[in-house]
């Protein structure tokens, strides 16, 4: 685990809905519960200042830590899709891109290469990459861009032989690793959440301990964006263990959720974090503790109303310093 990542993992659950600026004594406070240290902390925000993704500011004494418009919106695209409660239904057709991007612009073929994997795209040769997914507004920005458009073209495309649509999978990903990982997740996790249902274990877990619990959970599980494209369910093996992982990691998340927002809102407030009227503390809970619901940034198919464990911890949420 690195400092880094795990500033884009607290981000995308907690700070983006808190006015998405939070106190850097706040983040060293925060992140030391991982057991990052003070100045491997400066020098992660230090770098992510350098890239682009986070600002900081002065007032007084103390200092201030933003995302970037940049940031933010790699932040909401993973947080869409770690959220997405089931894959998109799919209508046969695939988005095939290619590209030609010259020898001597290596540093921006090889970030776009990043981007397409980014985004789940598979490879079938060096050059073409594709996908059973819609372009997102994202990606077809980022490729309308001068960096990239001379060089790209990209199509709709139906796959018609020799051989099958999963055939093809099997050439363009490697869900092999993909599925034990899977595995792993499962091995790691379900025991701790059995646990943590019981009684004895579920009293005995502080707010704290919940919301350390909360921010490994979902680090562990955000890094399937990075190897998981997402493939719609008619392309995937019978035994396909991602929906089981998706299952399990929701329903923790939800039973940890209200106590972690406790514990991270009365440290961003001790902090110096805004202290927000009752109405946008509320707007704000409900979006951190219910991203599957309406209120949050992730609306689905299969949930329309929001769920109620945020009234739940409304009125023991600390609002003054």
């Not at 925060?30 to 986070?54: H, I």
């Not at 035994?239 to 929701?250: M, R, S, T, V």
């Amino acid at each position: 685990m690195h400092p880094r990542s795990m500033l884009f993992t607290l981000w995308g659950v907690y700070i983006r809905h808190f006015g998405s600026e939070i106190p850097l004594s706040a983040v060293l406070r925060l992140m030391d519960e991982f057991g990052f240290a003070g100045p491997a902390v400066r020098v992660a925000v230090s770098r992510l200042a350098e890239q682009g993704w986070v600002s900081l500011r002065k007032a007084g004494r103390n200092s201030y830590l933003s995302m970037t418009p940049k940031g933010l919106e790699r932040v909401d695209e993973a947080a869409t899709r770690i959220y997405r409660l089931r894959p998109e239904r799919w209508n046969g057709s695939w988005l095939l891109l290619t590209y030609t991007i010259p020898e001597e612009q290596r540093a921006a073929r090889d970030q776009l290469r990043a981007d397409l994997a980014w985004w789940g795209f598979g490879t079938l040769s060096p050059g073409t990459w594709l996908s059973p997914h819609s372009l997102s507004p994202a990606l077809a920005a980022r490729l309308a861009s001068p960096e990239f458009s001379p060089y790209v073209d990209y199509f709709q495309a139906r796959y018609t032989g020799p051989n099958t649509n999963a055939a093809l999978v099997l050439k363009g990903w490697r869900l092999e690793e993909v599925f034990a990982r899977y595995n792993l997740f499962l091995e790691k996790f379900y025991p701790e959440f059995e646990a943590a249902q019981s009684g004895a274990q579920a009293r005995a877990l502080s707010e704290q301990d919940c919301f350390v619990r909360r921010c490994r959970l979902v680090h562990e599980y955000r890094k399937f964006l990075f190897v998981d494209p997402g493939l719609p369910e008619e392309l995937l093996a019978a035994d396909w263990p991602g929906g089981e992982a998706f299952a399990l990691f929701h329903a923790y998340d939800q039973l940890l959720a209200g106590p972690a927002a406790r514990y991270f809102y009365s440290v961003y407030l001790a902090a110096g974090g805004l202290n927000l009227a009752p109405e946008r503390l509320k707007q704000s809970l409900e979006a951190a503790l219910n991203p599957f619901g309406p209120t949050g940034s992730y609306v689905s198919e299969q949930s329309d109303k929001p769920g109620l464990a945020y009234f739940k911890v409304l009125d023991r949420v600390p609002t003054h310093r």
